[in-house]
């Protein structure tokens, strides 16, 4: 069964941390171009970041630069999404997606055909 599993959100301070882990079964990521997107409540799928085979290039989107690093591990068939200085606009459902032969120039969920179920971030003291 091809799926991807998202895990490590939480409840975080505004200023924390978290690391966020898609993990692949039923396929291998190294050929694939990961992302990462979110949704809060009554707002639209944003995409965040993505990353192509072989880390050769990665995307953010301007709210996160210079916070969030994405990476990954394919002897471990998974990409992380390293979240620092959090902070309430940062709240959201996460998700990763998967395909294949994606530039990552930019992050548009209708290009991506294997999605995860999402993990739930929350920023708040």
């Known amino acids: 069964q091809v799926q991807l599993v998202e895990s490590g959100g939480g409840l975080v301070q505004p200023g924390g941390s978290l690391r966020l882990s898609c993990a692949a079964s039923g396929f291998t990521l190294d050929h694939y171009t990961i992302a990462w997107f979110r949704q809060a409540p009554g707002k639209e799928r944003e995409g965040v970041s993505c990353i192509t085979p072989r880390a050769g290039r990665s995307y953010y989107v301007d709210s996160v630069k210079g916070r969030f690093t994405i990476s990954r591990d394919d002897a471990k068939n998974t990409v992380y999404l390293q979240m620092n200085s959090l902070k309430p606009e940062d709240a959201a459902v996460y998700y990763c997606?998967?395909?294949?032969?994606?530039?990552?120039?930019?992050?548009?969920?209708?290009?991506?055909?294997?999605w995860g179920q999402g993990t739930q971030v929350t920023v708040s003291s």
């Open positions: 997606a998967a395909d294949l032969g994606l530039a990552c120039a930019v992050v548009r969920a209708p290009l991506y055909t294997q």
